[in-house]
């Protein structure tokens, strides 16, 4: 049963009721629509950042974070060898209803605090400053691990297209160079500002429902044999060395979890989106539930496409789906089906680079990052935070660098989004539930429901989260190692001692309508 939205202005101002139709305390008022810039002012912070995407644009950029395009495809090698086309085809149905709980839970508090810092605000206002603090680090390391992944993956990709069309050896030396390219590219795009990223992300929506349509409507009518039903959905396969297939069936999952990440992007940009307490919370769920349905069809149609499960698995061009395109249509179909996934990871690229700079200035807002004066400028010209943009990309580049001289360093890079942005998400849940008088809901939320989607999104939050630290591959060695609970306790230890040495000077406005705009904006760092 999907929870029921409410939306309710009070008549009177002041008497507050809930959605239900009962007065409650003023603390807990259902707050109404307010004129955007009036309300980020309400919340404590100056408009500086230009608000010109529409409420279709904020839905693009978390939808594109996400693509189906880029996660399905570059994990599909994953999937097939950890449980197979069953794991893929049902772990996706059931952890897309699981992120449904998550992204509800994430989109009632985002619009009640729609401003850049997004998760690390949020967790501030409902918990204090220590809950802000790590919630902020845990999600700049997920943000920047993602760029970091996207890219690396559309150059994998790229590599393949390559391979195939000239006969170029990807090595990690030629990769590197495509990675660093794909970087230097979003960094220009991202430096012209949020009018042509929206713009850039509104043709990435159309291009993936496209693209997905495309490539499984090909695989569907060209090839002379397809995989029975019966193998696409019920096939179990085994490759990771563990003898238990629940624990494979587990780690199986972590395909579908790891393409439904992302979708904060549009809290990111909240600041930047006009009506954003309602756009930025229907971006959120709009990007998960088209997401869902958009990925199950491009799972189950690679899937049907599988001429050799073996040769795809061993797939001399790194990627398993670029070795299913070939099987199945030819050298020239294989290389157009290529290019329609690397533009969609581009696309992908582009929009996180967006979202992790608005994160980079949001933090360095309020102080929380070394050199923060730098960070947090704004181009008077396009009013974009241009060197929150550059750093973003610079840190991606130096997560991948090791991607040069050790084969599991992709996953390892894969490990910091995951690890570092999943636990991020449901922070802001859990003190939505546990301090719940203090919660004053938005326009977007979901009336009685919210406690209960909040205590089931945060318990699969920890459940995902705990999966991501299992060893993945056995035996367990050094090329094998899941890196995902080193890089979780290596930003939990920075954190803490950038804590102890800057923690003083990080300052996040509190939520006051009782309190002056120009208060604000004297207290903002």
Same mark, same amino acid.
């Given at each position: 049963m999907t929870p029921a939205l409410h939306w309710h202005e009070p008549d009177h101002p002041l008497i507050s009721l809930d959605p239900g139709g009962r007065p409650v305390s003023p603390n807990r008022h259902v707050a109404h629509r307010k004129s955007d810039d009036a309300y980020l002012r309400e919340l404590g912070y100056k408009p500086v950042l230009a608000r010109r995407m529409g409420p279709f644009g904020n839905f693009a950029i978390s939808f594109s974070v996400i693509s189906v395009l880029s996660g399905c495809m570059t994990l599909y090698g994953f999937g097939m060898n950890t449980g197979g086309p069953a794991v893929m085809l049902w772990g996706w149905v059931a952890v897309g209803a699981m992120v449904m709980f998550v992204g509800a839970g994430l989109a009632e508090v985002t619009s009640a605090y729609p401003t850049s810092g997004a998760l690390y605000y949020q967790a501030e206002q409902l918990g204090g400053r220590k809950w802000g603090w790590y919630t902020g680090w845990l999600n700049l390391l997920g943000l920047l691990g993602a760029i970091a992944g996207i890219d690396y993956g559309a150059a994998l990709f790229t590599g393949a297209f390559l391979n195939l069309q000239w006969g170029i050896t990807p090595t990690p030396g030629k990769i590197m160079v495509i990675f660093l390219c794909i970087l230097a590219l979003h960094l220009t795009l991202n430096w012209f500002g949020v009018r042509l990223v929206s713009i850039l992300n509104s043709i990435s929506v159309w291009w993936h429902v496209g693209g997905v349509l495309v490539i499984v409507g090909t695989l569907a009518v060209v090839p002379s044999h397809h995989q029975s039903p019966q193998f696409v959905f019920g096939e179990f396969v085994n490759n990771t060395g563990w003898s238990s297939p629940v624990y494979v069936a587990l780690l199986g999952l972590l395909l579908a979890q790891y393409t439904f990440s992302g979708y904060d992007a549009s809290a990111h940009l909240s600041e930047e989106t006009t009506d954003a307490q309602v756009s930025a919370s229907r971006g959120i769920i709009h990007a998960i539930g088209w997401s869902w349905l958009a990925g199950f069809v491009l799972l189950a149609g690679l899937t049907f496409a599988i001429q050799d499960y073996a040769g795809t698995v061993g797939s001399a061009t790194g990627v398993p789906p670029a070795q299913i395109f070939l099987d199945a249509l030819g050298l020239t179909g294989a290389k157009l089906l290529l290019l329609v996934v690397i533009v969609a990871q581009?696309?992908?690229?582009?929009?996180?680079t967006a979202a992790a700079s608005r994160m980079v200035f949001a933090f360095s807002r309020d102080g929380a990052l070394p050199g923060s004066a730098l960070w947090r400028d704004i181009d008077s010209r396009t009013g974009t935070p241009r060197k929150a943009v550059l750093l973003a990309v610079v840190c991606a580049a130096l997560l991948a660098l090791p991607s040069l001289y050790s084969p599991v360093a992709y996953a390892a890079i894969t490990s910091i989004n995951?690890?570092?942005?999943?636990?991020?998400?449901?922070?802001?849940?859990?003190?939505?539930?546990?301090?719940? +008088?203090? @919660?004053?809901?938005? %326009?977007?939320? $979901?009336?009685?429901?919210?406690?209960?989607?909040? &205590?089931?999104?945060?318990?699969?939050?920890?459940?995902?989260?705990?999966?991501?630290?299992?060893?993945?591959?056995?035996?367990?060695?050094? +090329?094998? @190692?899941?890196?995902? %609970?080193?890089? $979780?306790?290596?930003?939990?230890?920075?954190?803490? &001692?950038?804590?102890?040495?800057?923690?003083?000077?990080?300052?996040?406005?509190?939520?006051?309508?009782?309190?002056?705009?120009?208060?604000?904006?004297?207290?903002?760092?």
């Open positions: 581009l696309c992908c690229g582009n929009a996180e995951v690890i570092g942005i999943t636990p991020a998400y449901a922070i802001p849940i859990f003190l939505r539930v546990k301090n719940r +008088d203090r @919660f004053r809901p938005g %326009p977007w939320n $979901l009336g009685s429901w919210g406690v209960i989607v909040g &205590v089931v999104a945060v318990m699969w939050v920890v459940f995902v989260t705990v999966l991501f630290c299992l060893p993945q591959t056995a035996p367990v060695s050094v +090329d094998t @190692f899941n890196y995902a %609970p080193v890089a $979780l306790a290596v930003v939990l230890l920075l954190a803490s &001692v950038w804590w102890r040495k800057q923690g003083s000077s990080y300052e996040v406005p509190a939520h006051s309508s009782d309190r002056s705009a120009s208060a604000y904006e004297e207290e903002v760092v």
